[in-house]
Protein backbone atom coordinates (compact mmCIF):
# COMPACT_ATOMS: atom_id res chain seq x y z
CA UNK A 1 0.00 0.00 0.00
CA UNK A 2 1.26 3.09 -0.86
CA UNK A 3 1.96 6.54 1.56
CA UNK A 4 -0.98 8.38 -0.03
CA UNK A 5 -3.22 5.24 0.00
CA UNK A 6 -2.61 4.47 3.90
CA UNK A 7 -3.21 8.25 4.91
CA UNK A 8 -6.74 8.55 2.97
CA UNK A 9 -7.46 5.19 4.65
CA UNK A 10 -6.49 6.26 8.76
CA UNK A 11 -8.35 9.44 7.37
CA UNK A 12 -12.00 7.79 6.46
CA UNK A 13 -11.54 5.71 9.51
CA UNK A 14 -10.22 8.17 12.17
CA UNK A 15 -13.52 10.76 10.52
CA UNK A 16 -15.42 7.33 11.14
CA UNK A 17 -14.93 6.88 14.67
CA UNK A 18 -17.66 9.80 16.14
CA UNK A 19 -20.17 8.33 14.03
CA UNK A 20 -19.23 4.85 15.44
CA UNK A 21 -19.26 6.26 18.97
CA UNK A 22 -22.54 7.99 18.73
CA UNK A 23 -24.14 4.98 16.91
CA UNK A 24 -22.86 2.81 20.64
CA UNK A 25 -24.13 5.23 23.12
CA UNK A 26 -27.58 4.28 24.39
CA UNK A 27 -30.87 6.55 23.08
CA UNK A 28 -32.10 9.41 25.69
CA UNK A 29 -34.07 8.52 28.46
CA UNK A 30 -37.88 9.13 28.05
CA UNK A 31 -39.02 11.37 31.00
CA UNK A 32 -41.69 9.64 32.80
CA UNK A 33 -45.03 10.67 33.91
CA UNK A 34 -47.30 8.43 36.65
CA UNK A 35 -50.61 9.20 36.10
CA UNK A 36 -52.89 8.17 39.35
CA UNK A 37 -56.53 8.04 38.49
CA UNK A 38 -58.89 8.31 41.37
CA UNK A 39 -61.80 6.13 40.15
CA UNK A 40 -61.72 4.03 36.73
CA UNK A 41 -60.52 4.36 33.50
CA UNK A 42 -64.00 4.87 32.10
CA UNK A 43 -64.59 7.29 34.73
CA UNK A 44 -61.34 9.62 34.11
CA UNK A 45 -61.62 9.94 30.60
CA UNK A 46 -62.31 12.84 29.63
CA UNK A 47 -59.46 14.43 32.98
CA UNK A 48 -56.65 12.00 30.86
CA UNK A 49 -57.81 13.54 27.68
CA UNK A 50 -57.64 17.38 28.36
CA UNK A 51 -53.80 16.26 30.25
CA UNK A 52 -52.65 14.49 27.06
CA UNK A 53 -54.38 17.13 24.80
CA UNK A 54 -52.44 20.48 26.62
CA UNK A 55 -49.51 18.57 27.08
CA UNK A 56 -48.91 17.84 22.89
CA UNK A 57 -50.02 21.34 22.53
CA UNK A 58 -46.74 22.17 24.55
CA UNK A 59 -44.68 20.13 22.28
CA UNK A 60 -44.99 16.66 24.63
CA UNK A 61 -46.37 13.57 23.10
CA UNK A 62 -46.60 10.25 24.80
CA UNK A 63 -44.41 7.92 22.85
CA UNK A 64 -42.31 10.12 20.84
CA UNK A 65 -40.57 12.69 23.88
CA UNK A 66 -42.68 11.38 26.73
CA UNK A 67 -43.81 8.07 28.54
CA UNK A 68 -46.93 8.49 30.02
CA UNK A 69 -47.44 5.56 32.99
CA UNK A 70 -51.45 5.29 33.70
CA UNK A 71 -53.04 3.48 36.54
CA UNK A 72 -56.10 3.59 38.60
CA UNK A 73 -57.08 3.72 42.15
CA UNK A 74 -60.78 2.59 41.92
CA UNK A 75 -61.37 4.24 44.20
CA UNK A 76 -59.15 3.00 46.82
CA UNK A 77 -56.83 5.04 48.74
CA UNK A 78 -54.67 2.32 49.73
CA UNK A 79 -54.31 1.26 46.02
CA UNK A 80 -53.15 5.21 44.99
CA UNK A 81 -50.62 4.52 47.58
CA UNK A 82 -49.27 1.52 46.28
CA UNK A 83 -49.35 2.85 42.69
CA UNK A 84 -47.15 5.95 44.22
CA UNK A 85 -44.50 3.76 45.88
CA UNK A 86 -44.38 1.96 42.60
CA UNK A 87 -43.46 5.13 40.93
CA UNK A 88 -41.33 6.92 43.69
CA UNK A 89 -39.23 2.97 43.16
CA UNK A 90 -39.00 3.32 39.65
CA UNK A 91 -38.09 6.89 39.97
CA UNK A 92 -40.26 8.64 37.39
CA UNK A 93 -39.64 12.52 36.52
CA UNK A 94 -43.35 13.71 37.68
CA UNK A 95 -46.35 12.19 39.07
CA UNK A 96 -49.95 13.72 38.38
CA UNK A 97 -52.34 13.10 41.00
CA UNK A 98 -56.16 14.26 42.15
CA UNK A 99 -58.05 13.80 45.21
CA UNK A 100 -56.78 15.04 48.48
CA UNK A 101 -56.46 11.33 49.96
CA UNK A 102 -54.43 10.56 46.71
CA UNK A 103 -52.31 13.44 46.93
CA UNK A 104 -51.37 12.63 50.52
CA UNK A 105 -50.73 8.88 49.66
CA UNK A 106 -48.61 10.21 46.50
CA UNK A 107 -46.80 12.67 49.06
CA UNK A 108 -46.11 9.76 51.95
CA UNK A 109 -44.56 7.44 48.87
CA UNK A 110 -41.85 10.20 47.78
CA UNK A 111 -40.44 13.57 48.81
CA UNK A 112 -38.15 13.93 46.22
CA UNK A 113 -40.41 13.16 42.98
CA UNK A 114 -42.42 16.25 42.02
CA UNK A 115 -46.50 15.83 42.35
CA UNK A 116 -48.38 17.81 40.36
CA UNK A 117 -52.49 17.94 41.77
CA UNK A 118 -54.52 17.61 38.87
CA UNK A 119 -57.71 18.58 41.13
CA UNK A 120 -57.68 18.73 44.95
CA UNK A 121 -60.86 20.19 47.38
CA UNK A 122 -58.81 21.93 50.04
CA UNK A 123 -54.98 21.91 49.68
CA UNK A 124 -53.91 23.77 52.47
CA UNK A 125 -56.35 22.72 54.67
CA UNK A 126 -55.67 19.43 54.50
CA UNK A 127 -51.86 19.64 54.50
CA UNK A 128 -50.75 18.83 50.87
CA UNK A 129 -48.82 22.36 50.56
CA UNK A 130 -47.83 25.03 53.25
CA UNK A 131 -49.45 27.89 51.13
CA UNK A 132 -51.55 28.59 47.54
CA UNK A 133 -48.61 31.30 47.15
CA UNK A 134 -45.44 29.34 48.79
CA UNK A 135 -46.35 25.45 47.91
CA UNK A 136 -43.11 24.52 49.56
CA UNK A 137 -42.18 21.15 49.34
CA UNK A 138 -42.70 19.22 45.85
CA UNK A 139 -46.31 19.39 45.27
CA UNK A 140 -47.96 21.88 43.70
CA UNK A 141 -51.03 22.27 41.19
CA UNK A 142 -54.59 22.87 41.33
CA UNK A 143 -57.26 24.01 43.78
CA UNK A 144 -61.02 23.03 43.32
CA UNK A 145 -61.90 25.54 45.61
CA UNK A 146 -64.53 22.64 46.81
CA UNK A 147 -66.15 23.97 50.20
CA UNK A 148 -66.36 27.66 48.05
CA UNK A 149 -68.66 26.29 46.02
CA UNK A 150 -70.47 23.81 48.64
CA UNK A 151 -73.01 26.71 49.62
CA UNK A 152 -73.84 27.82 45.66
CA UNK A 153 -74.50 24.00 45.05
CA UNK A 154 -77.20 23.96 47.75
CA UNK A 155 -78.71 26.78 46.38
CA UNK A 156 -79.04 25.96 43.06
CA UNK A 157 -80.49 22.99 44.23
CA UNK A 158 -83.00 24.87 46.15
CA UNK A 159 -83.93 27.15 42.71
CA UNK A 160 -83.62 23.73 41.38
CA UNK A 161 -86.71 22.45 43.45
CA UNK A 162 -89.02 25.06 44.78
CA UNK A 163 -90.94 22.95 46.86
CA UNK A 164 -87.13 21.93 48.54
CA UNK A 165 -87.50 20.34 52.26
CA UNK A 166 -85.11 17.58 53.09
CA UNK A 167 -81.76 17.35 51.62
CA UNK A 168 -80.07 14.28 51.71
CA UNK A 169 -76.40 14.24 51.84
CA UNK A 170 -74.39 11.61 51.05
CA UNK A 171 -70.78 10.89 52.07
CA UNK A 172 -68.00 8.60 52.35
CA UNK A 173 -67.46 8.80 56.64
CA UNK A 174 -64.44 6.25 55.82
CA UNK A 175 -62.64 9.24 54.37
CA UNK A 176 -62.16 12.02 56.74
CA UNK A 177 -60.94 14.54 54.26
CA UNK A 178 -64.46 14.72 52.82
CA UNK A 179 -65.36 16.55 55.67
CA UNK A 180 -64.77 20.49 55.05
CA UNK A 181 -67.83 19.74 51.86
CA UNK A 182 -70.20 17.90 54.52
CA UNK A 183 -69.66 20.48 57.01
CA UNK A 184 -70.39 22.88 54.97
CA UNK A 185 -73.24 21.54 53.40
CA UNK A 186 -74.78 20.68 56.32
CA UNK A 187 -74.07 24.53 57.40
CA UNK A 188 -75.68 26.03 54.36
CA UNK A 189 -79.35 23.53 54.50
CA UNK A 190 -79.70 25.50 58.27
CA UNK A 191 -78.74 28.49 56.96
CA UNK A 192 -81.53 28.63 54.15
CA UNK A 193 -84.14 26.82 56.56
CA UNK A 194 -83.74 22.71 55.16
CA UNK A 195 -83.59 20.05 57.25
CA UNK A 196 -80.24 17.89 56.22
CA UNK A 197 -80.09 14.24 56.64
CA UNK A 198 -76.59 12.59 56.52
CA UNK A 199 -76.36 9.37 54.52
CA UNK A 200 -73.52 7.69 55.33
CA UNK A 201 -71.28 5.23 53.54
CA UNK A 202 -68.30 3.40 53.87
CA UNK A 203 -68.14 1.17 50.88
CA UNK A 204 -69.68 -0.03 47.82
CA UNK A 205 -72.46 -2.68 49.29
CA UNK A 206 -72.99 0.43 51.55
CA UNK A 207 -74.32 2.33 48.79
CA UNK A 208 -77.53 0.79 47.73
CA UNK A 209 -78.87 0.15 51.39
CA UNK A 210 -78.10 3.83 52.35
CA UNK A 211 -80.43 4.77 49.04
CA UNK A 212 -83.08 2.76 49.77
CA UNK A 213 -83.62 4.41 53.44
CA UNK A 214 -83.93 7.75 52.19
CA UNK A 215 -87.15 7.07 49.97
CA UNK A 216 -89.67 9.02 51.46
CA UNK A 217 -87.07 10.66 53.89
CA UNK A 218 -85.86 13.17 51.65
CA UNK A 219 -86.37 15.72 48.72
CA UNK A 220 -82.82 15.40 46.84
CA UNK A 221 -78.92 14.03 47.12
CA UNK A 222 -76.50 16.38 47.56
CA UNK A 223 -73.14 14.06 46.90
CA UNK A 224 -69.95 14.76 48.48
CA UNK A 225 -67.05 14.10 46.20
CA UNK A 226 -65.17 11.19 46.51
CA UNK A 227 -63.01 8.40 44.99
CA UNK A 228 -65.36 5.68 46.24
CA UNK A 229 -68.76 7.91 44.83
CA UNK A 230 -67.04 8.79 41.70
CA UNK A 231 -66.28 4.93 41.09
CA UNK A 232 -69.85 3.95 42.39
CA UNK A 233 -71.14 6.79 40.08
CA UNK A 234 -73.55 4.92 37.62
CA UNK A 235 -74.88 2.90 40.32
CA UNK A 236 -75.43 5.90 42.98
CA UNK A 237 -77.50 7.75 40.23
CA UNK A 238 -79.40 4.81 38.69
CA UNK A 239 -80.59 4.46 42.33
CA UNK A 240 -81.09 8.15 43.43
CA UNK A 241 -83.33 8.29 40.04
CA UNK A 242 -85.54 4.93 41.29
CA UNK A 243 -85.63 6.49 44.41
CA UNK A 244 -86.90 9.58 42.40
CA UNK A 245 -84.38 12.16 44.15
CA UNK A 246 -82.65 14.35 42.20
CA UNK A 247 -78.97 14.38 42.61
CA UNK A 248 -76.68 17.39 42.79
CA UNK A 249 -73.19 17.09 42.30
CA UNK A 250 -69.76 19.00 42.12
CA UNK A 251 -68.73 17.84 38.50
CA UNK A 252 -69.44 17.80 35.06
CA UNK A 253 -68.04 14.11 34.90
CA UNK A 254 -71.08 12.90 37.49
CA UNK A 255 -73.49 14.16 34.62
CA UNK A 256 -71.79 11.95 32.32
CA UNK A 257 -72.47 9.04 34.41
CA UNK A 258 -76.38 10.03 35.21
CA UNK A 259 -76.16 12.67 37.64
CA UNK A 260 -78.96 15.52 37.13
CA UNK A 261 -77.20 18.41 38.15
CA UNK A 262 -73.98 19.71 38.92
CA UNK A 263 -72.12 23.11 39.78
CA UNK A 264 -68.29 23.20 40.43
CA UNK A 265 -64.75 23.99 38.59
CA UNK A 266 -64.45 22.80 34.91
CA UNK A 267 -62.57 19.51 35.79
CA UNK A 268 -60.76 19.08 32.16
CA UNK A 269 -59.92 22.64 32.16
CA UNK A 270 -58.21 21.83 35.82
CA UNK A 271 -56.26 18.66 33.85
CA UNK A 272 -55.45 21.03 31.34
CA UNK A 273 -54.02 23.35 33.20
CA UNK A 274 -52.01 20.59 35.07
CA UNK A 275 -50.33 19.54 32.02
CA UNK A 276 -48.95 23.36 32.48
CA UNK A 277 -47.21 22.62 35.53
CA UNK A 278 -46.16 19.48 34.19
CA UNK A 279 -44.32 21.42 31.55
CA UNK A 280 -42.91 23.37 33.22
CA UNK A 281 -41.46 20.59 35.95
CA UNK A 282 -40.12 19.07 32.97
CA UNK A 283 -38.34 22.18 32.14
CA UNK A 284 -36.94 22.46 34.99
CA UNK A 285 -39.15 24.35 37.49
CA UNK A 286 -39.03 23.66 41.11
CA UNK A 287 -42.89 22.18 42.82
CA UNK A 288 -41.88 25.17 45.81
CA UNK A 289 -41.52 28.12 43.38
CA UNK A 290 -45.19 27.42 41.26
CA UNK A 291 -47.87 28.86 43.35
CA UNK A 292 -51.08 26.84 43.42
CA UNK A 293 -53.81 28.06 40.98
CA UNK A 294 -57.38 28.10 41.35
CA UNK A 295 -60.25 27.65 39.10
CA UNK A 296 -61.36 30.04 36.51
CA UNK A 297 -64.57 28.17 34.98
CA UNK A 298 -67.50 26.94 36.61
CA UNK A 299 -69.95 25.19 35.01
CA UNK A 300 -74.05 24.64 35.63
CA UNK A 301 -74.96 21.23 33.89
CA UNK A 302 -78.83 20.22 34.18
CA UNK A 303 -79.91 16.50 32.79
CA UNK A 304 -83.08 17.80 31.63
CA UNK A 305 -83.51 14.08 30.00
CA UNK A 306 -83.27 12.47 34.29
CA UNK A 307 -84.93 15.23 35.33
CA UNK A 308 -88.00 14.39 32.62
CA UNK A 309 -87.69 10.79 33.89
CA UNK A 310 -89.09 11.12 37.65
CA UNK A 311 -91.65 14.15 36.47
CA UNK A 312 -89.78 17.24 36.95
CA UNK A 313 -90.07 20.37 35.15
CA UNK A 314 -86.68 22.75 35.20
CA UNK A 315 -87.41 26.73 35.10
CA UNK A 316 -86.79 28.19 32.00
CA UNK A 317 -84.91 31.17 34.45
CA UNK A 318 -82.65 28.02 35.28
CA UNK A 319 -81.91 26.51 31.83
CA UNK A 320 -81.06 29.46 30.62
CA UNK A 321 -78.34 30.36 32.52
CA UNK A 322 -76.91 26.72 32.37
CA UNK A 323 -73.91 26.18 30.74
CA UNK A 324 -75.41 22.69 29.13
CA UNK A 325 -78.29 21.30 29.21
CA UNK A 326 -78.73 17.58 28.37
CA UNK A 327 -81.53 16.56 26.38
Not at 200 to 220: V, Y
Not at 254 to 282: C, H, Q
Not at 290 to 304: A, D, G, S
Request: glycine content about 8%; overall charge neutral; charged content about 25%.
Amino acid sequence: MGRREFITLVGATAAAWPLAARSQQPAAKLPIIGFIGPSTPTADVTRRAGLTKRLGELGWVDGRNLTIDYRWAEGAVARAGEIAADYAQRKVDVIVVSGDAQVLAAKRATAAIPIVIAAAADPVGNHLVESLARPGGNVTGLSRQLTDSTGKRIEVLREFLPGLRRVAILFNAANPLTAPELNTALATTTKLGLDAVKCEIQRAEDIAPAIEALKGNADALYVCIDPLVNTNGVRINSLALAARLPTMHSSRDNIDAGGMISYGPDITDLFRRAAEFVDKILRGAKPADLPVEQPTKFELVINLRAAKSIGLEVSPTLLARADEVVE
